[in-house]
């Protein structure tokens, strides 16, 4: 499955983005999907999950109550909904899908247990 991450851009503190993860190959609702972001001279970190189905996720503090994560099944697509954004969001947002569920917020935040990846898109949140 290869995987086209799209939507990012250069935003206002406060501003709001959709972030877009396109998915060809396969069908979306095979996969369970996660979005990570690396800013800069960092490691790369975990921001949201998702669910075969859409109806379960998990978020990292950093985000949770600011961002959605969702997906559109019939049109293979998954989305990342960032608002009241901060500079400290600035970095590339990748998307990643895997086979099966994970059972524990730890295994859904490590990059490790995901198969595919997308190519990133830059955020990037300035005054």
């Known amino acids: 499955v290869q995987l086209q991450a799209s939507g990012g851009g250069l935003v206002q503190p406060g501003g709001s983005l959709r972030l877009s993860c396109a998915a060809a190959?396969?069908?979306?609702?095979?996969?369970?999907m996660a979005w990570f972001r690396q800013a800069p001279g960092k490691d790369r970190i975990f921001v949201a999950y998702?669910?075969?189905?859409?109806?379960?996720?998990y978020y990292s503090p950093s985000v949770k109550g600011r961002s959605t994560i969702s997906r559109d099944n019939a049109k293979n697509t998954g989305f990342l909904q960032m608002n009241s954004l901060k500079p400290e969001d600035t970095a590339v947002y990748y998307c990643?899908?895997?086979?099966?569920?994970?059972?524990?917020?730890?295994?859904?935040?490590?990059?490790?247990?995901?198969?595919?990846w997308g190519q990133g898109t830059q955020v990037t949140v300035s005054s």
């Open positions: 190959g396969r069908t979306l609702n095979s996969y369970v």
């Open positions: 990643a899908l895997r086979d099966t569920s994970l059972a524990s917020a730890r295994a859904m935040a490590s990059g490790g247990n995901y198969a595919y």
């Open positions: 998702i669910n075969h189905s859409g109806g379960s996720t």
